[in-house]
């Protein structure tokens, strides 16, 4: 009753297992049904012995056989007699997976700008130019940090990252960004989601009030909403945030004042003082997310709001992923002192670390100053990227698209004439082959805009023309 296949990609001692196993259960074998020695099955299947040996023991440590004195080994007799009995008689139940929790349902909801496995493609938005990531000296970075693990870390290490990374980071802030950061402030995660999720958990509770941007980033809602936080939409104006479109009181403000996500606008020093003051007014702290700030077109980028914050009550959050390739898998969070060392703890219990070789390695990019020479060729290549699809669209569609133009970034809000329905547009895009994020999606509120969040950094001037082109002849220019 064995047929073992060989050209299957199951291994024979798998087959063998599993026909046996089967074979028990469905009553052929019944309990105390002698098994023939493993030498003589192995000579009537073909198969060496020890590929029978295995088997057996397995089953045996299952329970399904036994060794039995002077008598070989047998179908166990203390098998419960209504497991056999039901798989003989009793047709297979499909298990009924559960509903999702409230908060799982709104986390399972959003839409983010890019699904699981999709491949970048114009105008896909957040998406740096993967060619143009130095693969050569990442390798051997990589290879150097491998080589020089010492026990602690190739075990599980400092949790909250590893020591060299936090100091070059901590230094790179200060002068790239104008972050007050020392080392033992810095908590590395594996995404800047990951850190907006820590951050949601461990400082809101259900029902807490979150101001949050409207329109604004969905994986900040995302992680609010899975921490069972209620959400206050706040209107953005041409200078961000407006911190006086509510009189609720939040136990925590999210912004992203240096790129607004996602229309691009820049926070000014004025509103920057306006949120501080606001949020000391409320006894509430402040969510920095500066996830692509360092890519400015025209001068130097405008220091980080955490720079100013002289309460301590601004937790800043980064990301390598736009930087330099998502791939990569490292965020992370700039904490007041007071809450560094709790948050630290929240996520060793997470699980949601960074491969001490990454970090190593990462540290070592930083300090070698390949970091900052890879910022400066981007900010180059992308401002050309950027007046590449701004001129397209001009030319196939003229005055019927109106862009806000950023002074950097990786991406802009294409809006079209009246009577524009950008969810459905999108979706004749997307039968076409190009990706366009509907701006509407990015709204809590009722005044929904309608237009496309444009990604243009992670594509070649050739893509973005002939994306335009299809666009056009989808649209009608």
Aim: proline letters at 6%.
């Amino acid at each position: 009753m064995i047929d073992l296949d060989r050209s299957a990609s199951n291994s024979l001692y798998r087959q063998l297992y599993e026909q046996l196993r089967s074979a028990i259960l469905n009553g052929q074998l019944s309990a105390g049904t002698h098994i023939p020695a493993t030498r003589a099955m192995a000579g009537q299947l073909g198969v060496a012995r020890n590929t029978v040996l295995a088997a057996v023991e397995q089953l045996a440590a299952e329970g399904f056989l036994e060794a039995k004195q002077g008598s070989g080994t047998v179908v166990s007799a203390r098998l419960a007699p209504e497991l056999t009995r039901a798989a003989r008689t009793s047709p297979v139940r499909k298990w009924q997976a559960p509903a999702l929790s409230r908060a799982g349902e709104a986390l399972a909801s959003i839409r983010r700008d890019s699904e699981p496995g999709e491949a970048p493609r114009p105008f896909m938005p957040g998406i740096p130019d993967l060619d143009a990531f130095p693969r050569d000296i990442w390798a051997r970075l990589l290879r150097r940090a491998s080589q020089r693990l010492d026990a602690a870390s190739a075990a599980y290490g400092e949790m909250a990252g590893v020591e060299s990374l936090r100091r070059n980071l901590s230094e790179h802030l200060r002068e790239a960004r104008g972050v007050n950061a020392e080392p033992e402030q810095i908590i590395v995660t594996s995404s800047a989601q990951a850190a907006l999720d820590l951050l949601a958990r461990g400082l809101t509770n259900a029902g807490d009030r979150v101001w949050i941007e409207d329109p604004g980033y969905l994986g900040a809602r995302a992680a609010f909403l899975g921490a069972g936080a209620s959400l206050v939409p706040m209107a953005v104006d041409e200078h961000g945030l407006d911190p006086g479109a509510s009189r609720t009181p939040p136990r925590l403000i999210y912004v992203t004042p240096s790129h607004q996500y996602p229309t691009g606008r820049l926070m000014p020093l004025a509103r920057r003082l306006e949120v501080l003051e606001c949020a000391e007014r409320h006894d509430a702290c402040i969510i920095e997310d500066d996830y692509d700030s360092e890519f400015q077109f025209q001068g130097r980028p405008v220091a980080a709001l955490q720079g100013l914050d002289r309460g301590g009550r601004v937790i800043y959050v980064g990301t390598f992923s736009k930087i330099l390739q998502p791939g990569i898998r490292v965020g992370y969070i700039v904490a007041p002192p007071g809450l560094a060392e709790p948050l630290a703890r929240m996520q060793r219990n997470t699980g949601q670390v960074v491969s001490a070789s990454v970090q190593f390695a990462l540290a070592d990019f930083i300090a070698d100053g390949h970091l900052r020479a890879h910022v400066r060729r981007m900010c180059a290549l992308y401002q050309e990227r950027q007046r590449v699809l701004l001129h397209a669209l001009g030319s196939h569609f003229g005055d019927r698209v109106c862009v806000e133009v950023p002074a950097g970034g990786m991406q802009f809000i294409t809006s079209f004439d009246k009577g524009f329905d950008d969810v459905e547009a999108a979706r004749k895009l997307g039968a076409a082959g190009i990706v366009a994020r509907p701006v509407s999606q990015y709204y809590l509120g009722a005044d929904k805009k309608q237009g496309f969040l444009t990604g243009f950094a992670g594509y070649p001037e050739s893509a973005i023309n002939r994306a335009v082109e299809r666009m056009a002849k989808v649209l009608g220019s």
